[in-house]
């Protein structure tokens, strides 16, 4: 048997490849395309909780995508105290297989991937589902995330206004490189009200399961005008904004990234996949009051590797492991 090698890239190699907007969430819609046409697989996603007394978890999740010869399991640890050690509070490492013999192929540093394909998943969300005229972004939450979030729906939209809140200490270092990053004012509010408030787009990261400091308070629903497209970014923003919002019954449709079925929710319409591949409508009318529940897809993770792969076997990144 021949020997068999795999690709490592780790936290400075995958930075260094630069990725620019149009490739990631290029990449990311021709997942969700994918998956919408039943052309991909999804294992059932599990959460594995250590008996060490930390608070933490680990999420395992799976995926395969036949087209890109690419099959993937992602295991991401979410540690709220690590910042005491300065340590991350997310990690994540991403390990590639080929679908077609089960060899590995590749493991990948995955922390800043995961925050990529949140904010991809966050922007082509919003491509579908979000009026056409959007020009003011409120932003709940400034954590590892926001940065990306902001940075790709702006790619779409060019917002008139980007408002942000957040208690956290590292609100102003995200707000000024995103500032520096757009050539535009992200400025800083001091409430949530505020942050929402006439707003055309809402994204509630404000809830992630590793924030440090958990809000508790929930969007007030005559915040949202007609028209406002409400995003709710991991499972405890999506479970607060959702149940806040759904029991007053403002929300025209509900429309979920994949990872559970929309079908026990109150107005539930689709999942994104099924809007990308034109088997359901997104947005029909401007007037329309949509949440998008996003949890994290670990198929937008494998869509995403591959193009890292391709970008760093073209620049000549990262480093090869004899495997076998």
């Given at each position: 048997?021949?020997?068999?090698?795999?690709?490592?890239?780790?936290?400075?190699?995958?930075?260094?490849?630069?990725?620019?907007?149009?490739?990631?969430?290029?990449?990311?819609?021709?997942?969700?395309?994918?998956?919408?046409?039943?052309?991909?697989?999804?294992?059932?996603?599990?959460?594995?909780v250590?008996?060490?007394?930390?608070?933490?978890?680990?999420?395992?999740?799976?995926?395969?995508?036949?087209?890109?010869?690419?099959?993937?399991?992602?295991?991401?640890?979410?540690?709220?105290?690590?910042?005491?050690?300065?340590?991350?509070?997310?990690?994540?490492?991403?390990?590639?297989?080929?679908?077609?013999?089960?060899?590995?192929?590749?493991?990948?540093?995955?922390?800043?991937?995961m925050?990529?394909?949140?904010?991809?998943?966050?922007?082509?969300?919003?491509?579908?589902?979000?009026?056409?005229?959007?020009?003011?972004?409120?932003?709940?939450?400034?954590?590892?995330?926001?940065?990306?979030?902001?940075?790709?729906?702006?790619?779409?939209?060019?917002?008139?206004?980007?408002?942000?809140?957040?208690?956290?200490a590292?609100?102003?270092?995200?707000?000024d490189?995103?500032?520096?990053?757009?050539g535009?004012?992200?400025?800083?509010v001091?409430?949530?009200?505020?942050?929402?408030?006439?707003?055309?787009?809402?994204?509630?990261a404000?809830?992630?399961?590793?924030?440090?400091?958990?809000?508790?308070?929930?969007?007030?629903?005559?915040?949202?005008?007609?028209?406002?497209?409400?995003?709710?970014?991991?499972?405890?923003?999506?479970?607060?904004?959702?149940?806040?919002?759904?029991?007053?019954?403002?929300?025209?449709?509900?429309?979920?990234?994949?990872?559970?079925s929309?079908?026990?929710?109150?107005?539930?319409?689709?999942?994104?996949?099924?809007i990308?591949?034109?088997r359901?409508?997104?947005?029909?009318?401007?007037a329309?009051?949509?949440?998008?529940?996003?949890?994290?897809?670990?198929?937008?993770?494998?869509a995403?590797?591959?193009?890292?792969?391709?970008?760093?076997?073209?620049?000549?990144?990262?480093?090869?492991?004899r495997?076998?």
């Amino acid at each position: 048997m021949h020997p068999l090698h795999i690709v490592y890239l780790n936290g400075p190699d995958i930075d260094r490849l630069g990725l620019d907007n149009t490739e990631i969430l290029d990449a990311v819609e021709s997942g969700l395309d994918a998956h919408g046409r039943q052309r991909a697989v999804m294992g059932p996603g599990t959460q594995l909780v250590p008996e060490t007394g930390r608070s933490g978890h680990f999420d395992v999740s799976g995926s395969v995508l036949e087209s890109l010869g690419l099959a993937g399991v992602m295991v991401a640890g979410a540690f709220v105290n690590n910042h005491e050690i300065g340590l991350p509070s997310e990690a994540g490492m991403l390990t590639l297989f080929d679908p077609a013999t089960g060899v590995p192929l590749a493991v990948l540093n995955a922390n800043s991937l995961m925050h990529i394909r949140t904010g991809a998943m966050t922007a082509v969300g919003a491509k579908y589902l979000a009026r056409k005229t959007s020009k003011v972004l409120g932003h709940l939450g400034a954590g590892a995330s926001a940065y990306w979030n902001i940075r790709l729906l702006n790619h779409l939209f060019d917002f008139d206004e980007i408002r942000v809140h957040s208690p956290a200490a590292r609100a102003r270092d995200t707000l000024d490189a995103l500032s520096q990053k757009l050539g535009k004012q992200v400025t800083s509010v001091r409430n949530r009200e505020e942050c929402v408030r006439g707003a055309d787009i809402v994204v509630d990261a404000s809830q992630t399961p590793t924030a440090a400091r958990v809000e508790t308070e929930l969007l007030e629903t005559e915040w949202i005008r007609p028209g406002t497209l409400v995003i709710a970014c991991a499972t405890m923003g999506g479970d607060h904004v959702s149940s806040d919002a759904m029991r007053e019954g403002i929300m025209d449709k509900v429309v979920d990234d994949g990872n559970r079925s929309t079908a026990t929710a109150k107005n539930g319409h689709a999942d994104l996949g099924q809007i990308v591949a034109q088997r359901r409508p997104g947005r029909e009318r401007d007037a329309e009051v949509i949440l998008y529940r996003q949890c994290g897809l670990a198929l937008a993770d494998l869509a995403l590797a591959s193009v890292v792969l391709d970008r760093a076997g073209a620049m000549s990144i990262g480093q090869t492991l004899r495997w076998e």
